[in-house]
T-cell receptor, first 114, second 116 residues
Framework: AQKVTQAQTEISVVEKEDVTLDCVYETRDTTYYLFWYKQPPSGELVFLIRRNSFDEQNEISGRYSWNFQKSTSSFNFTITASQVVDSAVYFCALRDTGGFKTIFGAGTRLFVKA | GAVVSQHPSWVICKSGTSVKIECRSLDFQATTMFWYRQFPKQSLMLMATSNEGSKATYEQGVEKDKFLINHASLTLSTLTVTSAHPEDSSFYIC????????????FGPGTRLTVL
């Protein structure tokens, strides 16, 4: 069965600190897709990244970076030099090729204090 | 690109009435749309998957007679909450994707439903 675990319920950091959000997933499929979404207080989900299971290259986009490790079934997200505007709930999600369903983790609420 | 809209953004209704929520893909054709429900401080729970022109597939535990989904065109899906009750109060979010399983889902801004 598919499962996404985000063990960190809430994280609080001070502005300019680096922060890593953890994501561990479970799937029996060899082909699958992983996603990160940001949900600010307004509620609208913002797509951040999609990674397929065959691409283990880490990715960097500005202050954001992602570390995908199949050996540990993890897809962690790091924000460098955090800013107050980064305060939001971040969801990790998994979709396998068995269907269209995307399974979301419980989310990690990030508070960045000025 | 890849914009999904929802209308209304919030709605308050009396218990026993029905509420319709629209989800539109504005700049792409969505062969598949999804409806999620999110309670405060919780994750998104998939309610149903709908493909244009066919009946929606509901997740286990979701009452299809209570949550009516119509995906009439490639750009519009509607969710009707029938005979709403206070426990139906929630944040309803739709998403859309163009086709294949590899496609990214794009989410609407959500509709906050409050049933009095």
């Amino acid at each position: 069965a598919q499962k996404v675990t985000q063990a960190q319920t809430e994280i609080s950091v001070v502005e300019k600190e680096d922060v890593t959000l953890d994501c561990v997933y479970e799937t029996r499929d060899t082909t699958y897709y992983l996603f990160w979404y940001k949900q600010p207080p307004s509620g609208e989900l913002v797509f951040l990244i999609r990674r397929n299971s065959f691409d283990e290259q880490n990715e960097i986009s500005g202050r954001y970076s992602w570390n995908f490790q199949k050996s540990t079934s993890s897809f962690n997200f790091t924000i460098t030099a955090s800013q107050v505007v980064d305060s939001a709930v971040y969801f990790c999600a998994l979709r396998d090729t068995g269907g269209f369903k995307t399974i979301f983790g419980a989310g990690t609420r990030l508070f960045v204090k000025a | 690109g890849a914009v999904v809209s929802q209308h209304p953004s919030w709605v308050i209704c009396k218990s026993g009435t029905s509420v319709k929520i629209e989800c539109r893909s504005l700049d792409f054709q969505a062969t598949t749309m999804f409806w999620y429900r999110q309670f405060p401080k919780q994750s998104l729970m998939l309610m149903a998957t709908s493909n244009e022109g066919s009946k929606a597939t509901y997740e286990q535990g979701v009452e299809k007679d209570k949550f009516l989904i119509n995906h009439a065109s490639l750009t519009l899906s509607t969710l009707t909450v029938t005979s709403a009750h206070p426990e139906d109060s929630s944040f309803y979010i739709c998403s859309a994707q163009t086709g294949g399983r590899a496609d990214t889902q794009y989410f609407g801004p959500g509709t906050r439903l409050t049933v009095l």
